[in-house]
């Protein structure tokens, strides 16, 4: 069993930045990528970004050059640095782990319980 907390969500202005935390714990053996994903109010759950053990990225178009996924494996800690924030960019966030060959991520049944961003004057 592998339990995801995320941290670091709340209301910012657009332009602005937030930088998102999940904290791993548990048997994380099988587990070779970790992502975050968001989903808004009537939208699907969509990948945002996600980072393999050897440190491969991969972005969603919406986001690139925009938000970095970072990891500190010492810490177990996974990141989600967002700048310039837009009003679309508001959404539940969910840290996953899962497993990815580099270009492709699959999602473990392994979820945090979601922190809120709001991007909003």
């Known amino acids: 069993q592998v339990q995801l907390v995320e941290s670091g969500g709340g209301l910012v202005q657009p332009g602005g930045s937030l930088r998102l935390s999940c904290a791993a714990s548990g048997s994380r053996n099988s587990i070779n990528a970790m992502g975050w994903y968001r989903q808004a109010p009537g939208k699907q759950r969509e990948l945002v970004a996600f980072i393999t053990s050897g440190g491969s990225t991969n972005y969603a178009d919406s986001v690139k050059g925009r938000f970095t996924i970072s990891r500190d494996n010492a810490k177990n800690m996974v990141y989600l640095q967002m700048n310039s924030l837009r009003p679309e960019d508001t959404a539940v966030y969910y840290c996953?782990?899962?497993?990815?060959?580099?270009?492709?991520?699959?999602?473990?049944?392994?979820w945090g319980q979601g922190t809120q961003v709001t991007v909003s004057s």
């Open positions: 996953n782990a899962g497993d990815s060959n580099g270009y492709y991520y699959t999602p473990y049944n392994y």
